[in-house]
C-alpha cells in the first residue's frame, strides 16, 4: 500500500486492504470482519475478488475442512483394582466403544472423490485428542472419565454436512448404549454389567460450536490472477486444501464475496512453540500481490 502511494500507478482496478482484529473469532465478537460485513462497510468488495492472507507455503489454498469438537463421557462403576470383576472400567468402556465409533464413522464417511479435485491433504477424520478422569488412586478403577476430540470434515458442501455427521455420531453412542454386552472386552474379568447390582455402563456425547469449511470459486477471475502471479514469482503454482479451520471465511462467501485464500507462513512451524515466517517468503508475497494488482488492470 505504501509502494501504490508512493508511485500512483492508474489502476484500472480500486485496492483496499483490510486489518481485522479478533482473526480467531473467539469470545469477543463484533469488532473483527464479522462487524465489519454486518456493517455493510466490505459491500464494494463484492465487485472483485477478496484475497484472504492467512495460509501458508506460498501456494493458492482453495478448501479448508470443517471441525466438529466433541467430548465423549464414559461413566463405570468405581472399585478397587485388585477386584476387578466388581467394577465397571469407563476407561476400557471408553477405548473399546471410540474403536467402534471411528471404525463406523469411516465406513459412512470415507474419502469423497471431489477431494482430489480440491487436492485436500487428508480425508474427512475423527480421532480424540484429550483424555481425563476426576483423579484417584492408581489402585482404583474410576467411576468415569471423558474422550474429547474433533471430526474434521472435508468441504461440507458439496461433500458432506455437519448435521449429518453430529446425528451419525449420536446413533453410533445409541447403539453401543442399547448393546453394551456386545460390545468387545479387555480381560476374562473385564465387563460393562453388572447384573447382580443393575448397573450398566453408558456413553454420553456432546458437541461443542462447530466450524464450517469453504471451497473456493475455481472458475473466478481471482483465482485464476492469483494462479498466475504466484507461477510468475514462485515458479510454480500448485493449489492445494486442507481440514484445518480458517474463521470467517465460509461466512465471507456466503455473502457474496469471492474469497480466495493464500499466505506466505511456514505450514511446517503451525501452533509449534516457536512458529516463524521467512522473510524471503514475505518478500514473494509482495511480488506476487504486484502481479496480482497488474492482471487486474488488464
Known amino acids: 500500500m505504501r509502494k501504490l502511494g508512493e508511485t500512483k500507478p492508474k489502476l484500472k482496478s480500486t485496492v483496499v486492504a483490510v486489518f481485522i482484529a479478533n482473526e ?24 472483485g475478488p477478496l484475497f484472504w492472507i492467512d495460509t501458508a507455503d506460498k501456494q493458492p489454498c482453495i478448501g479448508t475442512g470443517g471441525m466438529i469438537p466433541w467430548k465423549l463421557h464414559v461413566k463405570g462403576k468405581l472399585f478397587h483394582s485388585g477386584l476387578p470383576h466388581k467394577a465397571i472400567n469407563p476407561l476400557e468402556l471408553g477405548m473399546e466403544a471410540l474403536k467402534v465409533i471411528q471404525l463406523r464413522f469411516y465406513k459412512d464417511f470415507p474419502p469423497h472423490p471431489k477431494e482430489q479435485v480440491y487436492s485436500f491433504a487428508t480425508p474427512s477424520t475423527m480421532k480424540p485428542t484429550q483424555w481425563s478422569y ?23 458442501t458439496p461433500f458432506y454436512d455437519v448435521k449429518d455427521v453430529m446425528q451419525k455420531l449420536q446413533q ?85 464475496f469471492d474469497v480466495q485464500t493464500t499466505g506466505y507462513g511456514l505450514m511446517a512451524t503451525y501452533h509449534a512453540k516457536n512458529e516463524y515466517c521467512l522473510l524471503s517468503d514475505m518478500c514473494q508475497g509482495y511480488d506476487v500481490f504486484v502481479s496480482v494488482i497488474s492482471q487486474l488492470e488488464d
Open 24 to 47: 480467531e473469532n473467539s469470545a469477543i465478537t463484533a469488532v473483527g470482519v464479522d462487524a465489519l460485513v454486518k456493517d455493510r462497510l466490505l459491500d464494494k468488495l463484492k465487485n
Open 134 to 156: 476426576p483423579g484417584g488412586g492408581i489402585n482404583q478403577i474410576p467411576a468415569e472419565c471423558t474422550i474429547s476430540g474433533d471430526v474434521r470434515l472435508t468441504l461440507l
Open 172 to 256: 453410533y453412542v445409541n447403539d453401543i448404549n442399547e448393546n453394551i454386552e456386545k460390545l468387545d472386552t479387555r480381560g476374562p474379568v473385564s465387563k460393562y454389567v453388572l447384573p447382580d447390582e443393575n448397573i450398566r455402563g453408558s456413553l454420553t456425547i456432546t458437541f461443542d460450536e462447530t466450524m464450517s469449511g469453504v471451497a473456493c470459486n475455481l472458475d473466478s477471475r481471482g483465482f485464476h490472477v492469483l494462479c498466475e502471479a504466484t507461477k510468475e514469482v514462485v515458479g510454480n503454482v500448485k493449489p492445494y486444501s486442507i481440514t484445518g479451520g480458517l474463521p470467517l471465511i465460509r461466512e465471507l462467501k456466503d455473502e457474496g
